[in-house]
């Protein structure tokens, strides 16, 4: 069964940082892209960041230059690195990875459970 497992939220004040992770794990071929998303109450998901297999990356306006992406292409996991956090970051954040299934060479698009994070004023 290949699956997306996060890690790392919580609950941080205005100005902390936290650290997420995101691994992918099952029999999985490649992964071309890997990315987090975020939704707040009451609104729509939205991207945060994505890193490409050629570790290009970018980034929603509201958090450049304050969150940064990075993977490590051999665990299959992806990071995201989160800075001088607002009250407005405050959501569940989802990883997002286009895999390829070694078993039978189907693209998938994979979906985390979700982890929370909250910043406080």
């Known amino acids: 069964q290949v699956q997306l497992v996060e890690s790392g939220g919580g609950l941080v004040q205005a100005g902390g940082s936290l650290r997420l992770s995101c691994a992918a794990s099952?029999?999985?071929?490649?992964?071309?892209?890997m990315g987090w998303y975020r939704q707040a109450p009451g609104k729509q998901r939205e991207l945060v960041a994505r890193?490409?297999?050629?570790?290009?990356?970018n980034y929603a306006s509201s958090v450049k230059g304050r969150f940064t992406i990075s993977r490590d292409n051999a665990k299959n996991t992806a990071y995201l690195q989160m800075n001088s956090l607002k009250p407005e970051d405050t959501a569940v954040y989802y990883c997002?990875?286009?895999?390829?299934?070694?078993?039978?060479?189907?693209?998938?698009?994979?979906w985390g459970q979700g982890t929370l994070v909250t910043v406080s004023s």
């Open positions: 099952g029999s999985i071929f490649s992964i071309n892209q």
């Open positions: 997002s990875a286009l895999a390829v299934i070694a078993a039978t060479f189907t693209r998938v698009e994979l």
């Open positions: 890193i490409f297999s050629g570790a290009s990356t």
